[in-house]
C-alpha cells in the first residue's frame, strides 16, 4: 500500500516500524489496565479503536496519512493480544507450561502465516483500500466474541486481592534488575528487530529488484512464520529439557 503511494525508503521504515514501536511503549500501560478494568473491557476498547483506526488507513492518501493512521492503531493491537495472553496465562498453571508457546503461536499464525496468504490471494482481486475496509471489520467482529469469552474487572480484583503482591512498578523494578531476564529481553529486542527488518524490507526487495509479483512474493513471509510458529507449537519440551 505504502509503494502505490510512492512512499520512500524511510517513509516505508516508518510505517512498518511506529506498530511494533507503540505496542512496546503501550504493553505496560495497557497490562496495567487490565489488572484494574478486566480483560473484557480493554478487548472491547481495542477492538473499536483497531476498527477506527484500520478504517482510517484505508482512506490513505498520502505515506504521511499512512504513518498517522497506523501510529492511531498501534494501541489497539496489544490491547486485544494482551488481554487473551493474561487471561491465558492465569489458567496456565493447570493447563501445563510446555504449552505456554501457544497461544503466542495462534496469534503469529494469524499475523505471519494465515494474514499474508490471505492477503496475496485477495489482492489478485481487492485493491488496498478495500482489504483495510475488511481488516477494520475483522476487528469489530471481534467484539461480541472477546466479550463472551473473556473475564471482567471483578475477575481482575480477585486476582489482585488474592496475589497479596507488590504494586506493578515495584514488581516491573525487580524483574529488570534480574540479569538472567534482562538478558532475555535484550535478545528479544534484537531478534525481533532482525525479524521486523526482514518483514518490512523482504517484499520490497523481491518485487522491485527481482520483480516479483505480489503473490509470488509473499511466501517468503510465509515461510517465516510457518518456522515461527512451529517452534512455538514443538519446542516446548525441548525449553523444559534444556532450561
Avoid at 480477585?158 to 516491573?172: D, F, M, T
Wanted: cysteine-free; glycine content about 12%; hydrophobic content about 55%.
Amino acid at each position: 500500500f505504502a509503494l502505490s503511494l510512492d512512499a520512500s525508503t524511510f517513509e516505508i521504515g516508518m510505517v512498518t516500524g511506529v506498530l511494533p514501536l507503540g505496542i512496546g511503549i503501550m504493553s505496560i500501560p495497557i497490562g496495567m489496565a487490565i489488572d484494574r478494568f478486566g480483560a473484557k473491557r480493554v478487548f472491547a476498547f481495542g477492538s473499536v479503536l483497531g476498527g477506527i483506526a484500520f478504517f482510517l488507513v484505508s482512506r490513505a492518501a498520502s505515506p504521511g496519512w499512512l504513518i498517522a493512521a497506523t501510529v492511531l492503531a498501534s494501541p489497539a493491537v496489544p490491547m486485544h493480544f494482551l488481554s487473551i495472553q493474561s487471561d491465558f496465562f492465569h489458567y496456565l498453571n493447570t493447563a501445563g507450561k510446555r504449552k505456554a508457546g501457544w497461544i503466542r503461536a495462534t496469534q503469529m499464525g494469524g499475523s505471519v502465516a494465515l494474514g499474508p496468504l490471505l492477503a496475496a490471494v485477495l489482492i489478485g482481486f481487492l485493491d488496498y483500500s478495500t482489504l483495510y475496509v475488511l481488516v477494520a471489520l475483522s476487528f469489530a467482529l471481534m467484539l461480541p466474541l472477546g466479550v463472551k469469552v473473556l473475564t471482567g474487572r471483578r475477575d481482575a480484583l480477585a486476582r489482585r486481592s488474592s496475589s497479596h503482591g507488590k504494586p506493578v512498578l515495584e514488581q516491573l523494578k525487580a524483574l529488570l534488575g534480574h540479569r538472567e531476564i534482562a538478558e532475555t529481553s535484550l535478545i528479544a529486542f534484537a531478534t525481533f528487530g532482525a525479524s521486523s527488518f526482514y518483514g518490512a524490507f523482504i517484499l520490497i526487495i523481491a518485487i522491485e529488484r527481482f520483480h516479483l509479483s505480489e503473490a509470488a512474493a509473499a511466501p517468503l513471509i510465509l515461510g517465516q512464520g510457518v518456522s515461527y510458529i512451529a517452534a512455538l507449537l514443538f519446542l516446548g519440551g525441548a525449553l523444559e529439557t534444556l532450561g
